[in-house]
């Protein structure tokens, strides 16, 4: 059995204790996986329905630091030797889906491939209405985003005009 730990990267240890060395203290504790969570944008109020907690509520201060996922795992690679690095779960219809493959493809290259990645369409309506992107879209967002990275990451990817990107 495989087990894993989520690395904080909201709040306020990581930037008391640092990403890396959280990072590396798990993994030397034996956790064979390190996961941060992601959200670009915590709005101040937020109505949308939280899956996540007994009340539909956030139940966090938006106030609150949140660092880029991105950024986060490639902190948590740089500081592991061993252990697989991830995001849970990465809200990807609000990524720029080029630039993210990349950005992605380069931690699992440079880390002799440890890198995991969840994904997801994303809950938070407000988060999708701070960065101008259509939130009764995601889901087809998302299939559109995952085939393009696929693409990406097995090859040159062909030319397309999807509904939601375009690849000249």
Not at 82 to 98: F, Y
């Amino acid at each position: 059995m495989r087990i894993s730990s989520k690395v904080p990267n909201s709040g306020p240890l990581p930037a008391a204790l640092g990403i890396g060395p959280m990072a590396a203290r798990l993994e030397a504790a034996g956790f064979d996986g390190l996961w941060c969570s992601d959200h670009i944008v915590m709005p101040a109020v937020a109505e949308s329905y939280y899956p996540f907690g007994d009340d539909g509520k956030v139940s966090w201060d938006p106030q609150m630091p949140w660092y880029d996922a991105v950024v986060a795992m490639t902190m948590t690679a740089a500081a592991t030797a061993r252990a697989e690095v991830g995001v849970a779960v990465l809200v990807l219809p609000l990524r720029q889906p080029v630039t993210f493959a990349k950005q992605v493809a380069s931690i699992d290259a440079l880390t002799g491939g440890r890198m995991a990645l969840g994904v997801g369409a994303g809950w938070l309506a407000e988060e999708f209405e701070a960065l101008g992107v259509d939130y009764a879209t995601r889901g087809a967002r998302l299939d559109e985003w995952m085939a393009l990275l696929r693409d990406c990451w097995t090859g040159f990817p062909a030319a397309r005009d999807g509904a939601h990107y375009t690849l000249p």
